[in-house]
């Protein structure tokens, strides 16, 4: 069984940037898994960031930014701040068409 | 402004079923497709399934054989069955809503908590 795979924890300085990736334990994330990116901070529903590998969700900073790189979906933060501190979830379709969550990353920002 | 909110008991007892409803506000349910989401406390997101609005449903095959989904669209609604729940089903349960053709999750409910208990 394929898994969707994360880092499960990041951290990154106030200013700087961040690259945070989703990948598979077998075989490589393309545009046809529409990767997707959710930020969800304690208490709250995730709120969405990325889709369709890097379209961003309305109202979001231009700071956030999705891409593919190399063999995996990527959500780069350039310019972190404080109110970055969260849990980054990603999502891909896998090919049984059935939508699968990464393990999640939990962003420190200090 | 579309807006989804569960609602359902907050307790359910083990071996009990769960069940929760979405009602959706602002907006139609034809043309996409409805999920349900779970989260353990202090763990990741699981995708339990989701549904058209046609009513054909997909399930997560770790929940296949205890899950049903179904949508009613003259009351804006989708509902969400799990049955034999047991004390790993303890989890803030979403709804969410999906574009056809867009696949991502746009729009979420605020989630609901639900214990089970022995």
């Known amino acids: 069984q394929t898994v969707v795979t994360q880092e499960p924890s990041f951290s990154v300085s106030p200013g700087g940037t961040v690259t945070l990736t989703c990948g598979l334990t077998?075989?490589?994330?393309?545009?046809?898994?529409?990767p997707s990116w959710y930020q969800q901070t304690p208490g709250q529903a995730p709120r969405t960031l990325i889709y369709s590998t890097n379209t961003r969700s309305s109202g979001v900073p231009d700071r956030f930014s999705g891409s593919i790189l190399g063999n995996k979906a990527a959500l780069t933060i350039t310019g972190a701040q404080a109110d970055d501190e969260s849990d980054y979830y990603c999502?891909?379709?896998?090919?049984?068409?059935?939508?699968?969550f990464g393990g999640g990353t939990k962003l420190t920002v200090l | 402004q579309v807006q989804l909110q569960e609602s359902g008991p907050g307790r359910v007892k083990a071996s009990e079923t769960l069940a929760l409803t979405c009602t959706v506000s602002?907006?139609?349910?034809?043309?996409?497709?409805w999920s349900w989401i779970r989260q353990p406390p202090g763990e990741g997101l699981l995708w339990i399934g989701y549904?058209?609005?046609?009513?054909?449903?997909y399930y997560n095959p770790s929940l296949k054989s205890r899950v049903s989904i179904s949508v009613d669209t003259s009351k804006n609604q989708i509902s969400l069955r799990l049955s034999s729940v047991t004390a790993a089903d303890t989890a803030v349960y979403y709804c969410?809503?999906?574009?056809?053709?867009?696949?991502?999750?746009?729009?979420w409910g605020q989630g609901t908590l639900v214990t089970v208990s022995s």
């Open positions: 077998s075989g490589s994330v393309s545009t046809t898994y529409y």
């Open positions: 602002g907006g139609s349910i034809s043309g996409y497709y």
């Open positions: 999502v891909l379709f896998m090919g049984s068409g059935f939508p699968v």
């Open positions: 969410a809503r999906v574009p056809v053709g867009d696949l991502h999750l746009d729009y």
């Open positions: 549904i058209s609005y046609s009513g054909s449903p």
